[in-house]
């Protein structure tokens, strides 16, 4: 088995602020994912990565940065947090591409005051 | 381009009564569907999965059976429970051209609450 962290569980930050998110996993998986959770709109895919360096695009993009330093950890970087924006990241690991299942980090709560 | 639809929002049981939520999704591609749960401030876990048609798959009292030619997979339990309370993801796996990977795309989810 493994585990995914997630830090920091919650997060506050200010408009205009850069805000970092950080993910480890210890399942030496390949693929990891950032999502963002909102209400009633499912899990959307920001950035994903398959190995050390690589980044690959999601449909979210857009105001985010991301970071795959290692195997282990993935970063994401909200470049300029938005008035009021409340969301849940999750972090996520597979074992490598096609259809593996996706296991989940217990997920960052963001509020930008 | 590809997309699960989820119906219910949100549906409330009597515990012991059946559970059908639905999902279908769209894609010009094989289709590989997932079903994830999340219990509150809980991750989002592998319930099931599958990408056999006409063939029923079962974890944990939870069925479902992919449909091809309906492009549906619903969830289904006969008799629910009050653990059984919690967020419903259905998830539809293709793969990217780009990067030759499978990537998620996740329907909006559905709250299952159960009452005694």
């Known amino acids: 088995g493994g585990i995914i962290t997630q830090t920091p569980k919650f997060l506050i930050g200010q408009e205009g602020q850069k805000l970092t998110l950080k993910c480890q996993q210890n399942?030496?998986?390949?693929?990891m994912y950032w999502y963002r959770q909102d209400s009633g709109k499912g899990l959307r895919l920001i950035y994903y990565?398959?190995?050390?360096?690589?980044?690959q695009k999601g449909d979210l993009s857009e105001g985010y940065d991301a970071s795959r330093e290692k195997k282990s950890s993935f970063s994401l970087t909200v470049t300029s947090a938005q008035k009021n924006e409340m969301a849940v990241f999750l972090c996520?690991?597979?074992?490598?591409?096609?259809?593996?299942?996706?296991?989940f980090g217990p997920g960052t709560r963001l509020l930008v005051l | 381009g590809d997309s699960v639809t989820q119906t219910e929002g949100l549906v409330t049981l009597t515990k012991g009564l059946p559970v059908m939520l639905n999902c279908t999704y769209q894609?010009?591609?094989?289709?590989?569907l997932f079903w994830y749960v999340q219990h509150l401030n809980e991750a989002p876990k592998l319930l099931l999965k599958?990408?056999?048609?006409?063939k029923r798959t079962e974890h944990q009292g939870f069925y479902a059976t992919l449909h091809k030619s309906s492009s549906s997979f619903h969830l289904q339990k006969s008799s629910v429970q009050l653990s059984d309370s919690a967020l419903y993801f259905c998830?539809?796996?293709?793969?990217?051209?780009?990067?030759?990977?499978?990537?998620?795309?996740f329907g909006a989810g559905t709250q299952l609450i159960v009452i005694p």
């Open positions: 399942f030496n998986h390949d693929t």
């Open positions: 990565s398959i190995t050390e360096n690589d980044l």
């Open positions: 998830a539809l796996s293709v793969i990217d051209r780009g990067s030759a990977l499978g990537r998620l795309h």
């Open positions: 996520a690991s597979s074992i490598g591409g096609g259809h593996d299942t996706q296991y």
């Open positions: 599958s990408s056999t048609d006409n």
């Open positions: 894609t010009t591609y094989s289709p590989f």
